[in-house]
């Protein structure tokens, strides 16, 4: 590692750079010796300076290269390529692999015995970069989100998308997938088991600054299911599924409506898609159509166990027998209209009336 240093400390560039006065400076260097933190450390716990000033001045002190990493995303081939936990034990955030040299971003480059013990843990040469601590824990964070998700999903599990034709429903095969995209049709089908496991009403993917996060409601509240994913993940999940939902993948600036069908062991269940943009890019709502599930958890069902109160049962009874009308059921997502309604058909169908019933979807 070749170091360019100049004869000024990092007090003397502050001041240069205009973040430090002449009256702040011994207040910080009187510090010193009865604190074990470095001169940078003090100047930001005093707020003198910044944490970006910091790493600034450090970089041009060094001859180093000061990198912002605000809007950086690590890539995940060049990750797979480093020790899993190297990169927390010496906090630093790979850059780029060019001719066999391998370019990290530290916070502190005073520290020539780690980086000379993460080179040689590393067996390749390294080009040092400078970049706040704060923005390094950022990445980190965000990185280790990301790959614990995909860790996480089960190589073995694979949903097998149905489609509906003039013949019966015909089995789309996945096998002919990019190994790019992989890991993306991994991560969907395994969040739609989850969600089924967890008996979940619906799926929602949020795009916020932090990353996508994966959301499910759950008896009306939505839980959010793990960490959120990198950012750069966010265009192919929504790509993914517009594709299993026969959406238009090039539309991104308005709301698309679809649906699909996956079979899972020897039941089929009916999903709609609701895509939308939003200001850091779309989001989607995935709506689970379990009709086995729904029509098992609807049997004995009655008034009576649906914790209304006497008096109000003994209304909604009067009005449901009533020869002419419309009773009006309402509420949010999850509420129990759906369960509502059915426990009163429960109450009126003796097989004396013809009943049918109008549902979208069914």
Known sequence: MSRSYTNKNIGMILMERGCLSAEQLPLVVGQLASSRQRFGEICIREGFVSELDVAQALAEQFGLEYVDLSSFRMNEELLNTLPTDAIYRFRFVPLEMVSGVLSVAVSDPTDVVRLDELELLLACPLSISIAAESAISSVIKAGEGTRRVLREVSEDFMLQLVKETDKGEEVLSVENISD???????????????????????????????????????????????????????????????????????????????????????????????????????????????????????????????????REIKRLRKKIREPYGMVLVTGPTGSGKTTTLYAALTEIHTGEDKIITIEDPV
């Open 180 to 310: 790019d995209t992989s890991p993306i049709i991994k991560l969907i089908n395994t969040t739609i088991l989850d969600a089924l496991s967890r008996r979940a009403s619906d799926i929602h993917i949020e795009t916020g600054h932090d990353g996508v996060e994966i959301k499910y409601r759950i008896d009306g509240v939505l839980y959010r299911a793990n960490e959120p994913i990198d950012l750069h993940f966010q265009a192919p999940i929504i790509s993914r599924l517009k594709v299993m939902s026969e959406l238009d993948i090039s539309e991104r600036r308005i709301p698309q409506d679809g649906r699909f069908k996956v079979r899972f062991g020897t039941k089929s269940i009916d999903f709609r898609v609701s895509i939308m943009p939003s200001a850091l890019g779309e989001d989607a709502v995935i709506r689970i159509l379990d009709k086995e599930s729904i029509a098992n958890d609807l049997k004995g069902l009655s008034l009576e166990n649906l914790g209304i109160s006497e």
